[in-house]
């Protein structure tokens, strides 16, 4: 077994323990340091796949500030263990049942695909002058339009979060 | 790596978001697996690029650049989302003092 094999697997692992903890945790600051964790191990993921472009965006983005404006909420309202509302054990069962079955369902599905191999450790079409060409080229329209979603983001944020 | 292990990968991802929404209450676990959803899509289009890279041969180079493009698009969206997400959850603990979703069923009539 060479070592990206190695290192793909333990990635892997600790992104579904990771992922597991995040619905486990009784306390919600727990799960957001377990989804943060998460998020680490989805970026050695694309460091992996030599997307390393994405990894940095990826770090910067979801663990660096939609996560913090999570803790931020949640430590605002005071969450905490006592407070966490819990469903009944039937409804709990019932949903892991539901999504086991889901599993179920789409792994018989794509059981008899094709196994065609991905490159792992090189491939420049990650890296950011590649990618930084097409989306100015091609995709400039899009980046430009998403510009205009985050001022409409950011005011109706505002809007809805000021008192009357 | 064969592009089946990700597929596999991304699906556990997503269907350990897809238990969270439905078995816990707290509005915020509720937002944090939707993320978890969106993150396992995000990595099966990224290792799906890779592979169609591999398969698409030198001729072209920019070959599966779009797909990652479209995950940074994804993060984009996401990054929006949350910001009014999380300000909707806000206003709803103002007026319910929780964040328990069972207290939003007063919307049914």
Redesign the interface.
Known sequence: MSI??LL?WML?IM??FS??M??ASKN?VY??LW?IV??FT?SG??IL???Q??AV??II??AG??MV??LF??M??N?NKD?????SKW??L???V???C??LV??AA?RN?E??????MH?D??LIQ??G???FN??VV?FEI?SV??L???V???V??KKE | ?????????S???F??????V?????A??I???I??ML?AV??LL??????H???AGADN??????A??F???I??????????G??????M?RNTH???V?FLNRLKH
């Open positions: 990206t094999q793909f892997s992104t579904l992922a597991i995040v619905i919600p799960s957001v989804l998460t998020f989805i993921h694309y796949l030599n997307a472009f994405l965006v990826n983005v979801y500030a939609i404006l999570f909420v949640i605002l309202m969450l407070t966490e509302p819990q469903k409804l709990k019932a949903g892991a539901a999504g086991g889901l599993l789409l792994i794509l695909t196994a065609n191999p991905t490159e792992l491939g079409i990650g590649n990618l060409k097409v989306l091609q995709y899009p998403s979603l985050f409409s983001a950011m109706g944020a505002v809805i979060g | 790596m064969p592009i089946n292990y990700y597929i596999y990968l699906i556990a991802l269907i350990i978001g897809i238990i969270g439905l078995t816990r209450r707290n915020i676990i937002f944090m697996c993320e978890l993150n995000n990595l990224v290792a799906f690029s890779k592979m890279h591999l398969l180079a920019f070959a599966g650049s779009d990652q493009l995950v940074f698009f993060m984009v969206v996401a990054a929006a989302e949350v910001s009014v999380l300000a909707i959850i806000v206003m603990y929780s964040v328990d069972n």
